[in-house]
């Protein structure tokens, strides 16, 4: 009798060893990714369908890229990988599930289609100098359909914008292209008026694009914080420098502006029908509360811009290759939407459920 109470004694410690080792296996479980706190960003990549035409020919590329980017990302700010469900193989494994989150958003160029301004997000009707309306409208109505259903808070304008035509400080600083006043059939101060409401600005300055296609600010300059501002060199071309440094000197006249080397591709291989190449615009870079991630190209300028760049901050400066995209005419910061607060919190516990 005491040897069989002995072998149920032993039975009774084993079965609540292993519901101590459940237990810690469970609580392991809880230690997620991203991290709710107020000096982290969230930066959110939508991911090609893999039954996408379009991408096709850069699928892998794109994929690989975003798995960079969002590995470059963790540690230092928050990372959501959007991705429908016949995609999503592609990412699991390889990136932790807390920041995948299956949802159909029908592009990857985020930055154009969803909202700008991550602290007062406003967002602008999609316009379709990339695409045709029918598209567009398509396009912006996938992520409109995926933000409600998380309760993304946002302002909506009528107005006509890429997003990636918006460049701000997040402290009431921001530019733009003329193509803002061309969409939208407005006159200069009349343009300047406009965003300084819709986004809660003091300050506005208004560019001649450097590009005729999709004329976005966010190839052309980059704030570094508050009153830091890089802009490409355009030295080459005296006429089109001397316009843009006027008008960020006479729209900034308390902001110190840098001007960096710019090192365009001539040639690009596997650059993108219709789209000019982003390969060697450094400033193609998002910027958070705490970091800056840069785009890197296999180009000589890799070594000297983000020093020059860190010199000129006091944010991190995290560096990402980007040479597998940017011949599609974007890199880092075209790839990212950014989101903060509320916002931010709904759409890291979306993925954790999801």
């Not at 343009?191 to 409401?197: E, N, S, Y």
Request: net charge negative.
């Amino acid at each position: 009798m005491k040897k069989e109470w002995f072998i149920f004694s032993i039975i009774i410690l084993l079965l609540i060893s292993c519901r101590r080792v459940d237990t810690n296996e469970n609580a392991s479980s809880s230690i997620f990714t991203n991290i709710s706190s107020p000096e982290r960003m969230l930066l959110v990549l939508s991911a090609p369908s893999v039954y996408e035409p379009y991408y096709e020919p850069a699928f892998e590329s794109i994929v690989q890229f975003q798995i960079q980017y969002a590995k470059a990302i963790m540690g230092h700010d928050n990372v959501v990988v959007i991705t429908d469900q016949y995609t999503l193989p592609y990412y699991s494994g390889l990136l932790p599930d807390d920041v995948l989150l299956t949802a159909d958003v029908y592009d990857i160029w985020m930055r154009d289609f969803t909202t700008v301004n991550p602290l007062h997000p406003v967002q602008f009707r999609y316009t379709w100098a990339s695409m045709l309306q029918q598209e567009s409208e398509e396009v912006q109505a996938s992520f409109s359909t995926m933000a409600d259903q998380y309760g993304i808070e946002r302002s909506l304008s009528s107005y006509f914008l890429d997003g990636g035509n918006i460049v701000d400080n997040y402290a009431g600083k921001v530019i733009t292209t003329e193509r803002f006043l061309d969409d939208n059939n407005l006159e200069y101060e009349e343009g300047k008026q406009v965003l300084m409401t819709l986004l809660n600005a003091s300050e506005v300055a208004i560019l001649r694009p450097d590009d005729e296609v999709l004329a976005h600010a966010d190839g052309m300059v980059m704030w570094g914080g508050g009153d830091t501002l890089f802009v490409n060199d355009y030295s080459a071309y005296p006429s089109f420098r001397d316009s843009i440094i006027t008008e960020l000197q006479n729209s900034f006249p308390s902001t110190s502006i840098i001007e960096v080397t710019v090192e365009y591709a001539e040639s690009t291989p596997g650059a993108w029908e219709g789209f000019s190449s982003a390969c060697g615009i450094h400033l193609n870079a998002t910027v958070t509360f705490q970091n800056i991630y840069i785009p890197l190209f296999g180009m000589p300028l890799d070594d000297v811009l983000p020093a020059l760049i860190s010199a000129n901050t006091n944010k991190n400066i995290i560096t990402v290759p980007a040479e597998g995209v940017c011949p599609m005419g974007g890199s880092v910061r075209c790839l990212t939407w950014q989101l903060s607060g509320k916002n931010a919190d709904r759409m890291i516990q979306a993925a954790r459920v999801y």
